[in-house]
């Protein structure tokens, strides 16, 4: 039987579907403690409104097709930020601002045939709407870097970078779409001798090529605003520089700034955002774990003009990156497997109905097989213990899976409260 998944998809089995759901628990009890509530957008959208809310890029990557019902064209969301700014835009209008939003779910992206490019992403983000200024920017990191800390995270960095400063150099250039492009496309890469050779020949001042090819090195700590003050001169990317400033003060606050690095080149949304930028990433893992900025004209496509940021982590890359971190973290398996060899399995199962009235998950091997069937099948099943039950005997063997351990226990230890493990 043929059962492989369409390219960019995947399954996950109980271990690390468990690392998953560690995941978005520790993430959400971070948004919680920062007063945000859940959201839960539909799984389909009507195209038309979707693509009110999405950049070219996503919109060439949106999986779309014909609703049998209605004639319309319908979506798969790439991206679960336009939705909640759709659901803000026009169901919570007439409540008073601003809205702290957090969600989970899945995404779908069409992507080019690759090995390691996903089609599937599951997003864990938030989205505060109604606030502009830099202390909504800076509670925005310092809660991405409360929650990497949460789930274990060490030797994460957190690159902020601010489109405004970038407009103020690019958009007066005298360049057409193609050459402006690849220009952007060289700053992205960090490429200056490729930015050196695409600059040959347009019709820029010596200003403008310096200004250009600064835009690459402007990647570091705290003094590359100094940097950058010095060789940007116009006035937006000044203001830019002025409102990263201040951001930097309230994450001095919060304590986090040995994480902040700046990267004035970072080309990222630049076609939708609209102010600050940042990315996650972890040591040794080569891809963001999280993503975020200012978008301050998302919500008014949707008829309710409102500031607003926020981010999201990419909880697949974010699993691969910490995998072996989240093996001492995430609950993999089951408490307790109960084995009883009498006939009678009447005390079997009021013991596991008691045990797991004590908050224990409990399992009982319904199958007809040995002890150590059972010991085996519990150890391979990520079972933490296994509680052996013998006829007519006042005490219980548990046994851990882990090292093959004994203990002995009793009913009445267990009913009264007094059993741990």
């Known amino acids: 039987m043929e059962t492989r998944l ?4 995947k399954d996950f089995l109980p271990v690390k579907a468990a690392k998953l759901d560690y995941l978005q628990n520790t993430l959400r009890s971070i948004y919680h403690s920062w007063g945000f509530r859940p959201v839960a957008p539909a799984i389909l959208e009507d195209l038309s409104v979707l693509e009110l809310g999405l950049g070219t890029d996503l919109r060439e990557k949106t999986f779309r097709f014909d609703d049998r019902q209605t004639g319309r064209l319908v979506a798969f969301p790439p991206d679960i930020t336009p939705q909640v700014a759709r659901i803000a835009a026009t169901r919570m209008r007439d409540m008073p601002l601003p809205f702290r939003l957090c969600y989970n779910g899945r995404v779908l992206r069409h992507t080019e045939q690759q090995l390691g490019k996903d089609r599937q992403i599951y997003q864990s983000g938030v989205e505060l709407i109604g606030l502009s200024g830099p202390e909504a920017d800076a509670e925005m990191i310092a809660m991405a870097v409360m929650c990497l800390q949460a789930v274990g995270a060490s030797g994460f960095t957190i690159d902020i970078g601010q489109v405004e400063f970038l407009r103020g150099v690019l958009d007066d250039l005298p360049l057409d779409a193609a050459q402006s492009r690849d220009v952007r496309t060289a700053i992205a890469a960090k490429d200056i001798s490729g930015l050196q050779q695409k600059l040959k020949g347009l019709p820029l001042t010596d200003r403008q090529r310096d200004e250009l090819l600064a835009l690459p090195r402007l990647y570091g700590g705290h003094e590359t605003l100094d940097q950058a003050r010095q060789v940007i001169t116009n006035p937006a990317s000044q203001k830019a520089l002025d409102n990263l400033e201040r951001i930097l003060k309230v994450l001095t606050v919060y304590g986090i700034e040995e994480h902040i690095t700046l990267d004035l080149g970072e080309m990222r949304g630049f076609d939708y955002h609209s102010g600050l930028i940042f990315q996650g990433f972890l040591s040794g893992f080569g891809q963001a774990v999280c993503a975020g900025g200012r978008y301050d004209g998302l919500t008014e496509r949707y008829g309710f003009a409102a500031p607003a940021t926020g981010f999201a982590f990419n909880l697949y890359n974010l699993l691969f990156a910490l995998d072996r971190v989240l093996d ?31 908050g224990y998950s409990v399992a009982r091997d319904i199958i007809e097989r040995d002890q150590a069937a059972s010991l085996d099948y519990a150890r391979r099943m990520h079972y933490r213990y296994l509680l052996v039950i013998e006829p007519a005997e006042e005490e219980m063997i548990l046994i851990r899976t882990a090292d093959g351990e004994n203990t002995c226990v009793t009913s009445a230890a267990i009913g009264s409260g007094q059993f741990r493990i």
């Open 6 to 9: 369409p390219t960019g998809v």
């Open 328 to 358: 001492e973290r995430a609950e993999e398996g089951t408490d307790i497997l109960l084995f009883s060899s009498g006939q009678d399995k009447a005390p079997a199962q009021h013991l596991a109905a008691v045990l797991r009235s004590q």
